[in-house]
């Protein structure tokens, strides 16, 4: 990766943005979505940044830029349309370690701002590293379309009952396919709906029933070619709910960026076509764990005794073209 992404703590940003046209107010009204100590250096200023500030009761240093006033600073964004004030802006930032932002001049940059979809408090930051902002626009369009303003909702309601869900339900995993069916069942729908207290009134009766603990399985998936573009929609979900992932050299590796990232994952020495590790998977699969076992190609899946006298529940599912 070119760029690594983080999420800024908002209560820790001191910024200074220096200029004071159209683009420094774009600048200063995303910044105000997370913070108001904001500093404007800038002689003057139009009309729409003049209006956050007094809106806003921001800092105004009524000067160009001047050397010396980043002391205090943690964040960076020249916005003015001097090449030559915008580089030396850059210079002191970077002397200073100070996260700095040039408008329109990426090479000047130590951080680029994303592409971001609000659905408070979730947030979602899309990057093409600089490379193709039309295609980031695009993919952020299909985003907005497909994913409920509510979102956020769910969040919040995930946040008001963390802690007594925590209490109830022992065990991390125990826990996490709680807040699956929840929220992806009738409980997290009302809340989307905007039935609040419905969705309360159930979370609270279904917190006092007990709990079981989540039963193991073994899912198999055959990725035939291996493109991660042919995904089915039942093998991605697969990917993103998984505990653990075998997987040989055949297997393309792309796939594994697909899987859920704190998932146990083990790299198989022996090709599957020559030894599945049925053992191991059965083992995991016994401690309530869900087991995916990546296969390239799709050939036949070999039966095992251990795995048929084990009553653990297992899936096959084909992928790929």
Not at 42 to 64: F, M, P, Y
Not at 112 to 121: E, Q
Not at 222 to 248: C, E, I, S, W
Request: aromatic share 6%; hydrophobic share 40%; charged share 20%.
């Amino acid at each position: 990766m070119k760029y690594f992404p983080v999420f800024l703590d908002a209560n820790y940003i001191t910024a200074m943005i220096i200029g004071g046209g159209e683009v420094a107010s774009r600048k200063i009204e995303l910044l105000l979505k997370s913070t108001t100590n904001i500093t404007i250096m800038s002689k003057d200023v139009c009309a729409s940044v003049e209006r956050l500030i007094n809106l806003h009761q921001l800092t105004w240093l009524k000067h160009n830029y001047q050397s010396g006033h980043f002391s205090q600073t943690n964040l960076v964004i020249a916005a003015t349309d001097d090449t030559l004030v915008n580089t030396a802006i850059a210079k002191e930032a970077r002397t200073l370690n100070i996260l700095t932002n040039v408008v329109d001049q990426p090479a000047l940059c130590t951080y680029i701002t994303p592409a971001i979809i609000d659905r408070s408090p979730m947030i979602i930051a899309l990057s093409s590293s600089g490379s193709a902002p039309i295609l980031i626009r695009m993919l952020r369009e299909q985003i907005e379309k497909t994913l409920p303003h509510g979102y956020g909702k769910l969040a919040d309601f995930s946040y008001k009952f963390r802690e007594h869900v925590k209490a109830r339900v022992k065990g991390l995993r125990n826990r996490r396919s709680f807040w699956e069916n929840t929220l992806r069942g009738p409980i997290g729908q009302a809340v989307l709906d905007g039935k609040q207290k419905q969705a309360e009134q159930q979370l609270i009766a279904s917190i006092k029933q007990e709990i079981a603990p989540p039963s193991g399985e073994i899912i198999f998936i055959h990725t035939k070619d291996g493109n991660p573009d042919n995904l089915t929609l039942n093998a991605h979900r697969a990917m993103q709910f998984a505990d653990a992932v075998f997987y040989d050299d055949k297997v393309n590796t792309q796939l594994i960026e697909y899987v859920r990232r704190d998932a146990e994952k083990f790299p198989q020495v022996i090709l599957s076509e020559v030894l599945l590790n049925y053992q191991h998977a059965i083992e995991l699969a016994k401690q309530g764990q869900r087991v995916l076992y990546l296969l390239a190609g799709n050939e036949i899946l070999p039966t095992n005794e251990a795995l048929s006298t084990s009553n653990i529940m297992t899936q096959e599912l084909i992928s790929g073209s």
